[in-house]
C-alpha cells in the first residue's frame, strides 16, 4: 500500500487497495483510525502528511478513472498557470465526478488522444487543449495573460491551439481565443527561436507586431568594450535596446547604479538604450511605440545607392541631351 501510494504523489484508491487484498472491514478500520484519510470519494491519502496541488488533481482521477485533468488545473499542472484552484478541474467519462466534492467535471467534449498525455504521471489535457478548453471559462484578459505565462515557460504554440480550434465542434469562447493568439501568430517564430523570459517580454513582444513594428530578438547579447550584455529586447540593425525598468528588480540603489552602467556602455558602443516600465507597457503603450518607431526610423541604415555622392550633389543633377 505504502509502496503504490509513494508512486502516486500519497495517494491511493479503494479500488486498488482492495486489488491489493485489503479488505473492506480493514480499509473502514484504517480510516476510523487515520491510517488513511479521505480525499474524495474512493480516494484516500497514506498516512497524516499533508497533500498538495498535485496529490489532489492524482487524487480526483483516481476517483474518476478515465478522467483527464483540464482547464485551470491542467494550466498549472502544466506550468503555465495561475495558483492550483481548491476545486480540480477535468473531463470525465461519461457521468462520472459529476456529484463529488471537490471535483468540477467538465461539460466538453472528450479529447482526443492526440491532445491529452502524462505530466508527473497524472493524464492532463495538452497545452493546446487546455487554452481552448480555458477559453470557455476565461475573458480575454485572462487568456492573454495565460498566453504571456506559457510563452515565458516556452510551452505557447499557436499552431497548435489553432489546430485544435479547426478540428473539433465550435466551443464557447473561440473568437475571444482567436483575437488573443492572432497577436501572437507573428511572434511564432521568434518566440521559438529565442527564449522568452519575462511576462515584461511576453507581453510586449505581441504588441510590437500588432504596431507594425519590425520584431526585436529577446534576449540578445550585445558586445560592448568591457564585457558581453544580455538585453531584453534588440533591434540589431539599427542598433537599438529596449530594456524592462521594473520598480521591483531595478528600484533598489545597486540595480539602479548597474541599470545607469549598463546604458554608459550601450552607448559607448553606439546603441541606443530605452527603458521601459510595465506601467507605461499596460497604460501608454501608443506613446511607447511612437518613440520605438521613431528611434527605429532615424537608426535605420540608408543602403549606399540611395546616398547621392558628394561630386554628384555638386554638380547638379545630369541633364539629357
Not at 510551452?155 to 479547426?166: G, Q, S
Request: charged fraction near 25%.
Amino acid at each position: 500500500m505504502a509502496s503504490v501510494a509513494r508512486r502516486q504523489e500519497g495517494v491511493i484508491s479503494r479500488r486498488q487497495l482492495l486489488a491489493l487484498g485489503v479488505t473492506r472491514r480493514q480499509i473502514d478500520g484504517l480510516v476510523r483510525g487515520g491510517g488513511l484519510l479521505p480525499v474524495f470519494r474512493g480516494v484516500f491519502a497514506v498516512g497524516p502528511a499533508a497533500i498538495g496541488p498535485r496529490a489532489r488533481m492524482r487524487a480526483a482521477a483516481l476517483a474518476c478513472p478515465g478522467a483527464v485533468i483540464s482547464h485551470r488545473s491542467a494550466a498549472n499542472l502544466l506550468g503555465f498557470g495561475k495558483a492550483a484552484p481548491v476545486v480540480v478541474d477535468l473531463i470525465a467519462v461519461g457521468q462520472r465526478g459529476r456529484a463529488i466534492d471537490g471535483i468540477r467535471a467538465h461539460r466538453v467534449p472528450f479529447p482526443g488522444r492526440d491532445v491529452w498525455g502524462h505530466a508527473h504521471g497524472i493524464p492532463v489535457t495538452s497545452v493546446a487543449r487546455t487554452f481552448v478548453d480555458l477559453a470557455g471559462v476565461y475573458g480575454e484578459m485572462e487568456l492573454s495573460e495565460t498566453a504571456e505565462r506559457a510563452a515565458t515557460e516556452g510551452v505557447l504554440d499557436v499552431a497548435a491551439i489553432e489546430a485544435v480550434l479547426e478540428s473539433g465542434p465550435r466551443r464557447r469562447g473561440a473568437p475571444c481565443l482567436r483575437r488573443v493568439i492572432a497577436d501572437w501568430r507573428p511572434v511564432g517564430e521568434t518566440a521559438k527561436h529565442a527564449t522568452v523570459r519575462s511576462l515584461f517580454e511576453a507581453k510586449l513582444l505581441p504588441l510590437v507586431a500588432k504596431a507594425g513594428l519590425p520584431l526585436p530578438r529577446p534576449n540578445a547579447p550585445v558586445r560592448t568594450a568591457d564585457r558581453v550584455l544580455e538585453v531584453d529586447l534588440l533591434w540589431e540593425r539599427e542598433r537599438f535596446v529596449v530594456e524592462a525598468d521594473s520598480r521591483k528588480h531595478h528600484g533598489i540603489a545597486v540595480a539602479f547604479e548597474r541599470d545607469r552602467r549598463r546604458d554608459r556602455e550601450l552607448l559607448a558602443a553606439r546603441y541606443r538604450p530605452l527603458r521601459v516600465t510595465w506601467r507605461e507597457v499596460e497604460h501608454e503603450a501608443e506613446a511607447v511605440f511612437a518613440v520605438i518607431r521613431q528611434e527605429l526610423a532615424d537608426r535605420t541604415p540608408v543602403p549606399s545607392r540611395e546616398r547621392p555622392s558628394t561630386r554628384a550633389a555638386k554638380r547638379g543633377p545630369t541633364l539629357p541631351t
